[in-house]
């Protein structure tokens, strides 16, 4: 299809299909998207496995009520959460927001912009700055050092201004997504019940 071939391509690390909804919505227009699920850090395979068919009935759905104006395509990641505790180890007790939750935006964002660079991708960007619990100068900080090392563009976006986070729990509602209440790794889960 001609029209998606003229637009730059853009690979989107998706945390959940929830946060990708308002994030898409405001991307597809302007981008060739592509939506890389990467989480390493949902350290519960069950948990892992819900968020991955949230994603993927999102895409489903998206594609089907958008056929002939646009599409998102989907690459998933190896989910290796050994590699998340491996990464965190002595960090366990950190709050969250601290220094556990930098390096896994850095471990995401990393392995998206390595994706990308091998992929042919022009740009690439995150769906965690829709989210209200996570820190946008932090994610914008490391996108462009990313960006630099791979020879890319960080699409440097707050996703959750203009409402972003409050449309993404509106677009959830009307796709009937799982939302979930934690960030995804044990450590996270652990603070929610406190």
Same mark, same amino acid.
């Given at each position: 299809?001609?029209?998606?071939?003229?637009?730059?391509?853009?690979?989107?690390?998706?945390?959940?299909?929830?946060?990708?909804?308002?994030?898409?919505? =405001?991307?597809?227009?302007? #981008?060739?998207?592509?939506?890389? #699920?990467?989480?390493?850090?949902?350290?519960?395979?069950?948990?892992?496995?819900?968020?991955?068919?949230?994603?993927?009935?999102?895409?489903?759905? +998206?594609? =089907?009520?958008?056929? /002939?104006?646009?599409?998102?395509?989907?690459?998933?990641?190896?989910?290796?959460?050994?590699? #998340?505790?491996?990464?965190?180890?002595?960090?366990?007790?950190?709050?969250?927001?601290?220094?556990?939750?930098?390096?896994? +935006?850095?471990?995401?964002?990393?392995?998206?912009?390595?994706?990308?660079?091998?992929?042919?991708?022009?740009? #690439?960007?995150?769906?965690?700055?829709?989210?209200?619990?996570?820190?946008?100068?932090?994610?914008?900080?490391? /996108?462009?050092?990313?960006?630099?090392?791979?020879?890319?563009?960080?699409?440097? =976006?707050?996703?959750?201004?203009?409402? /972003?986070?409050?449309?993404?729990?509106?677009?959830?509602?009307?796709?009937?997504?799982?939302?979930q209440d934690y960030c995804g790794c044990i450590y996270s889960r652990r603070s929610e019940e406190d």
């Amino acid at each position: 299809m001609k029209e998606f071939e003229d637009k730059p391509k853009l690979l989107l690390h998706s945390c959940c299909g929830p946060c990708s909804t308002a994030v898409v919505e =405001r991307l597809v227009d302007e #981008f060739d998207v592509t939506v890389f #699920f990467y989480n390493p850090c949902i350290t519960e395979e069950d948990e892992y496995q819900r968020r991955r068919a949230a994603q993927m009935d999102f895409i489903e759905k +998206f594609n =089907r009520e958008n056929a /002939g104006k646009a599409r998102l395509w989907f690459l998933e990641g190896s989910y290796r959460p050994a590699e #998340f505790f491996a990464a965190v180890k002595g960090l366990e007790n950190e709050p969250e927001g601290g220094a556990r939750c930098r390096v896994c +935006f850095r471990q995401r964002l990393e392995k998206t912009a390595e994706m990308a660079s091998m992929s042919g991708f022009d740009y #690439f960007t995150t769906t965690l700055t829709v989210s209200p619990h996570k820190d946008y100068k932090q994610i914008s900080v490391l /996108g462009r050092e990313l960006a630099m090392r791979y020879a890319l563009t960080f699409l440097d =976006r707050d996703f959750k201004k203009k409402d /972003g986070f409050r449309r993404s729990v509106e677009l959830s509602r009307k796709y009937g997504l799982y939302r979930q209440d934690y960030c995804g790794c044990i450590y996270s889960r652990r603070s929610e019940e406190d």
